[in-house]
């Protein structure tokens, strides 16, 4: 059933000015901005609110206020990663956790630590490196990345190799849902989940179950040293045999990237295709033990330790170049990770002017390219290109998701693809969490 997105789009119009004269009864006029163009998601011409609730209390009046009133709200963070997944339905009301940003609790015997949806992952990791402790998460972006953003959109980056995602590390949080209502999931220590664990619903739900309000944590103890190898070739399929000789090995490295040398102006590299980049984080002597034998594995290979600060400039631009403003398209492929050398070959035959990166351990691919990467094909064969890509990642049992692409194509796909029989699940939830359909509409999977 549909009926809840028909209630949200029958809404009559209201405009920007009687929302701000609405709001103020509830928060002060400091908290309340106008704003248009990039910013929230709409044409230079158009306007919208941008309300910066103080805590969860406080964002929990605005979700009431905005549901008895039919507002559609479009939850955000810091706003770096707003063109994520399909346009959301014309949009009332856009809440922001920038300001709530505080450490609530910490407690370094225990590893674990509560925080406000605002707080930033860099703030909160360079207050815990005192304790030597981090939250072992790196999404891609800056560092105006709150955690509350890379929960709900379950981002993760080279990370992921050793510790995973982000539903890894959740242990609890505070949700303020549609009508106002705030309920809790999880708790505050490791053990504390009987039954369904909620923390994993709402993570990567993209806000449109609720706006999560607090988080708490499980932390790791900081390494204490790190290094990167760095092995380069021609041929992708030398390097993806040798990542699975590393993956069935005792070899641990926390990061395995596989990327173009020069899509990072790594200089040294020139003339290579492809360069494979592992991350290693551990005690020096363990990750000296683990170069030697790393050297066995690559044999003929042509590999080289990156100096400190060789290998900080490396993890810090690839990190930042992942949501560069420069690229108009952005996409992300899961296929298993014995298919990621055809598929590898696969992408270079269908979008060659393209720029590909990969989780080579986990089989994650992230195609990026700027404005002109289709202009050789006509507008209408566009997105039947993008098709065509994400029918070769789901002949390999995978999925393609369009990340990022301009507003005409986005208008022509859905940008998650099909999800099978979960579409009702998913829907029937949406409907549970949201009868109204006022969170995030239409911007997630199966239209929700």
Same mark, same amino acid.
Not at 51 to 70: G, K, W
Not at 310 to 324: C, V
């Given at each position: ?5 028909r ?8 405009s920007?000015?009687?929302? %701000?004269?609405a709001?103020?009864?509830?928060v ?6 106008l704003a ?16 910066f ?8 009046? %605005? ?9 559609? %709200?479009i939850?955000?963070?810091?706003g ?13 009301l ?8 505080r ?11 509560t ?11 360079a207050q815990?490196?005192?304790h030597?402790?981090f ?5 891609f972006?800056?560092?105006?990345s ?16 050793a ?14 849902h ?13 053990k ?6 909620l ?6 739900s993209?806000?449109?179950?609720g ?17 990167t190898i760095v092995c ?6 030398e ?6 000789r590393?993956?069935d090995?005792d070899l ?5 990237e ?15 295709r492809?360069?494979l ?20 594995f ?14 900080e ?8 170049n ?7 398209y952005?996409?992300?492929?899961s %296929?298993?990770?014995a298919d990621?050398a ?13 720029t ?15 404005s002109?990467?289709?202009e050789?094909?006509?507008?209408a ?11 070769a990642?789901?002949?390999r ?5 369009i ?13 998650w693809?099909?999800?099978g029989t ?6 029937e939830?949406k ?17 929700i």
């Amino acid at each position: 059933m549909e009926t809840s997105h028909r209630e949200a789009d029958s809404r009559p119009d209201v405009s920007p000015e009687q929302i %701000v004269r609405a709001l103020s009864a509830q928060v002060s006029t400091d908290q309340i901005i106008l704003a248009s163009g990039h910013r929230a998601r709409v044409a230079e011409q158009e306007t919208r609110v941008i309300v910066f609730p103080h805590d969860l209390a406080e964002m929990s009046e %605005v979700l009431r206020q905005a549901e008895s009133e039919r507002w559609r %709200v479009i939850p955000m963070g810091a706003g770096t990663w707003m063109e994520m997944g399909n346009r959301a339905t014309a949009a009332h009301l856009f809440v922001s956790t920038a300001q709530m940003n505080r450490v609530l609790e910490y407690e370094p015997a225990d590893l674990t630590a509560t925080v406000e949806a605002g707080c930033t992952l860099a703030a909160f990791n360079a207050q815990a490196a005192g304790h030597r402790q981090f939250i072992p998460l790196d999404p891609f972006g800056d560092e105006r990345s709150t955690l509350g953003a890379i929960i709900a959109t379950a981002s993760a980056g080279t990370l992921r190799a050793a510790y995973g995602t982000p539903r890894d590390w959740v242990i609890g949080m505070r949700v303020a849902h549609a009508d106002g209502q705030i309920t809790k999931a999880g708790g505050k220590v490791v053990k504390n989940v009987a039954g369904y664990d909620l923390c994993k619903l709402y993570t990567g739900s993209y806000g449109t179950l609720g706006i999560v309000g607090e988080l708490s944590f499980k932390l790791r103890a900081l390494p204490a040293s790190e290094g990167t190898i760095v092995c380069i070739a021609n041929d992708a399929n030398e390097l993806c045999s040798l990542v699975a000789r590393i993956t069935d090995s005792d070899l641990q490295p926390a990061a395995v990237e596989m990327f173009a040398p020069q899509s990072i102006q790594m200089e040294g590299f020139a003339g290579h295709r492809w360069m494979l980049a592992l991350r290693f984080l551990a005690e020096l002597e363990t990750i000296e033990a683990e170069e030697k034998e790393f050297a066995q594995f690559a044999g003929p290979l042509s590999w080289t330790r990156l100096s400190e600060t060789d290998a900080e400039q490396l993890w810090r631009g690839y990190h930042s170049n992942e949501i560069a403003p420069h690229w108009a398209y952005s996409l992300r492929l899961s %296929v298993l990770p014995a298919d990621l050398a055809p598929m590898l070959q696969e992408i270079e035959q269908l979008m060659p002017e393209a720029t590909i990166r990969a989780h080579a351990a986990n089989g994650v691919i992230r195609i990026h390219a700027e404005s002109g990467w289709l202009e050789t094909l006509k507008t209408a064969q566009r997105p039947r290109r993008l098709l065509e890509l994400r029918a070769a990642a789901q002949a390999r049992g995978g999925q393609m998701v369009i990340l990022r692409a301009p507003d005409e194509v986005k208008e022509k796909l859905d940008v998650w693809g099909e999800v099978g029989t979960t579409a009702r699940l998913m829907r029937e939830l949406k409907k549970n969490f949201d009868p109204h359909a006022l969170l995030n509409p239409g911007r997630f999977v199966a239209g929700i």
